[in-house]
């Protein structure tokens, strides 16, 4: 049974840094995109960012670029969101989730697995 596990959410000042963690168990990680994926109240849930298998290759939303990056330990089986100059409009539930497929992809119908979330709030 695949399960992922979130952490590192909080409460921080716009401008401020967070970074999640997500930790794997229950498949070959290494093998596999990651991704995360974002909600705030009464919208979709939207992708953030990807990372393929071996952590080369990123994909980000254009909300996100030059201000989050997505990293892999394939020896820790995780995967990291570091978040800088956070704004008020990226507070909302972040979520990591586990690829289908080796290669990056925008697509939620592209991943299998999903953490139960981490709550990310941003304060103006």
């Known amino acids: 049974q695949v399960q992922l596990v979130e952490s590192g959410g909080g409460l921080v000042q716009a401008g401020g840094s967070l970074r999640l963690s997500c930790v794997a168990s229950?498949?070959?990680?290494?093998?596999?995109?990651m991704g995360w994926f974002r909600q705030a109240p009464g919208k979709e849930r939207e992708f953030v960012a990807a990372?393929?298998?071996?952590?080369?290759?990123?994909i980000y939303a254009d909300s996100v670029k030059g201000r989050f990056t997505i990293s892999r330990d394939n020896t820790r089986d995780t995967v990291y969101l570091q978040m800088n100059s956070l704004k008020p409009e990226d507070t909302a539930v972040y979520y990591c989730?586990?690829?289908?497929?080796?290669?990056?992809?925008?697509?939620?119908?592209?991943?299998?697995?999903w953490g139960q979330g981490t709550q990310v709030t941003v304060s103006s």
């Open positions: 990372i393929n298998w071996s952590g080369l290759s990123t």
């Open positions: 229950g498949r070959a990680f290494s093998n596999y995109a």
């Open positions: 989730a586990g690829g289908r497929y080796s290669d990056t992809n925008y697509a939620r119908t592209a991943y299998d697995y």
